[in-house]
């Protein structure tokens, strides 16, 4: 497997740091958890699709493109690093946001996320819960040719074969550290939303023989869908290194236990890993990926999923911005005023 041949236009700071989450693992009794700091990743506070962005973007350029479009929900994190990536880069970029919880709440609709999409001077669309987003997507870029533009459409979640390749060299860069470390990884654990984080890892250590499962914590979808989304696109994905049949079903493990009411609807699960983790750890979560995500992993601890010997990393994939969406599932501002 040679990363190299694909382009690629450097959005991050990586390295990210592994590190040991000693105090969260004391409290929980082990295993040994630690933490994989993708919220790391620079760009516009970090995150996950920094990764993928910078082999979408040096697709885009490599089409020619002059502006880019996708899209999320209201509090898409996605959203936000694009807008930063278009703006480093000097794209314009539309955003197209899909009103998937119904949250009337300023804070959400207006704050987080949607003001930094703002500030990276991306022009912002709403579309209602339920839309085909990706038929809008196609729709405006249409129009937008008509009119002599070269619109580049990325998927949600920058969520595609080429987008995934930023998680074939998470899965790179995560094995040289723990070697260099001297660290034997058990397991990796990480929110699962629209599967390119998880089809990437899984395709890039199954090509390195890692022997590292992958579990994905769901945000949105059943078991079996999401389970289906991830093989599909880490087959895709294993197929465009030019490793076909790489990826085999047992590869791909999804827990979707965890998903609550429905996709970035807070649950007491949530809200107390976040809570957790800030305070043992002084790390922020998010509330509707890493915290969900982290609530399922301290739920499989406490039921005995894992041996106290056992090293649990848990990938930190960002979203912090979304807090700011959020004040009322905290029990903020209430608290501020007493
Ligand atoms: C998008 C996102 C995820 C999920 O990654 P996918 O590649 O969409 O599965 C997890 N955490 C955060 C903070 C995200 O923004």
Redesign the pocket.
Known sequence: MNLARFPRIRLGHMPTPLEPMEQLSRHLGGPRLWIKRDDCTGLSTG???TR?LEFLCADAQAQGADMLITQGATQS??ARQTAAAAAKLGLDCLILLEDRTGSTDPAYTQSGNVLMDKLHGAQVARRPGGADMQAEMEAVAADLRAKGRRPYVIPG???NPVGALGYVNAALELVAQAAEMGLRIDHLV?????????AGLVAGLVALNSGIPVL?IG?RAPKPKQEANVLALAERTAAHLGLPGLVRPEHVVANCDYVGQGYGIPTEGMVEAVKLVAQKEGILL?P???GK?MAGLIDLIQRGQFTKDQNVVFLH???QAGLFGYPEAFGLPPDIAA
């Open positions: 995150g996950n699709k993928k994190n996605h979640g920058g969520s990480h929110a699962t939303g629209s599967a390119g984080t998880q994905g945000v998010d509707v990926y890493s995500g994939t960002g979203g």
